[in-house]
């Protein structure tokens, strides 16, 4: 079994900044992407940013130049530093792992966190 905790949602005002944390633990072999998603009420689930285990990263045109991902492949975390924050980012964000949990042969999963509340006052 693998388990994912975030930490590091909030309350900010407009302009200001957060830092999101996710630790994958459990039954991993190795990690393969791992990112954010964000919901925001009456809205789908869309894909905020991802990190591949060699460093490639891929942002929403809509967080491009304000938010940063990135991991530590030792500890099994991801983080995204979230700068110059608007209204619009308000959403529950939810961290993701494409995680392999064996080699003979590969079982690989998608795994998620509980998500975390970041609410971006005006």
């Known amino acids: 079994q693998v388990e994912l905790v975030e930490s590091g949602g909030g309350l900010v005002q407009a302009g200001g900044s957060l830092r999101l944390s996710c630790a994958a633990s459990g039954s991993i072999f190795s990690i393969n992407a791992m990112g954010w998603y964000r919901q925001a009420p009456g809205k789908q689930r869309e894909l905020v940013a991802d990190?591949?285990?060699?460093?490639?990263?891929h942002y929403a045109d809509s967080v491009k130049g304000r938010f940063t991902i990135s991991r530590d492949n030792a500890k099994n975390t991801v983080n995204l530093q979230m700068n110059s924050l608007k209204p619009e980012d308000t959403a529950v964000y939810y961290c993701f792992s494409t995680v392999v949990v064996s080699t003979g042969p590969i079982e690989e999963y998608d795994y998620w966190g509980q998500g975390t509340q970041v609410t971006v006052s005006s």
């Open positions: 990190i591949t285990s060699g460093g490639s990263t």
